[in-house]
Nanobody
Framework: VQLQASGGGLVQAGDSLRLSCADS????????IGWFRQAPGKEREFVAA????????YYADSVKGRFTISRDNAKNTVYLQMNSLKPEDTAVYYC????????????????WGQGTQVTVSS
């Protein structure tokens, strides 16, 4: 897989954004996909993940109820719908792939795409 994240931007608190993670390869549907984020001066953290079928999703407690991960295997794309954004959501967001369903640790993921910046102003 070759992943590329997009859709970031500058928004105000309470706004919404939808990030996309697109794959240019042909094995996308074989992988679970995760979103991670890294804020300045902080370690990378898990945000959300979805299994290869899209049937099971996982979320960090900090985003549960606000973010929704989904995938469209026909379009080789995973989405991260982010609602009710908060200033603490400000970070560079990355997507990555894994063969391990249910994985939430970054060390279990590979094929990291370049990040997309999300900035939430108060």
């Amino acid at each position: 897989v070759q992943l590329q994240a997009s859709g970031g931007g500058l928004v105000q608190a309470g706004d919404s954004l939808r990030l996309s993670c697109a794959d240019s390869g042909r094995t996308f549907s074989s992988y679970a996909i995760g979103w991670f984020r890294q804020a300045p001066g902080k370690e990378r953290e898990f945000v959300a993940a979805v299994t290869w079928s899209g049937g099971t999703t996982y979320y960090a407690d900090s985003v549960k109820g606000r973010f929704t991960i989904s995938r469209d295997n026909a379009k080789n794309t995973v989405y991260l719908q982010m609602n009710s954004l908060k200033p603490e959501d400000t970070a560079v967001y990355y997507c990555a792939a894994t063969k391990f369903p249910g994985a939430t640790h970054g060390t279990d993921f590979g094929s990291w795409g370049q990040g997309t910046q999300v900035t939430v102003s108060s």
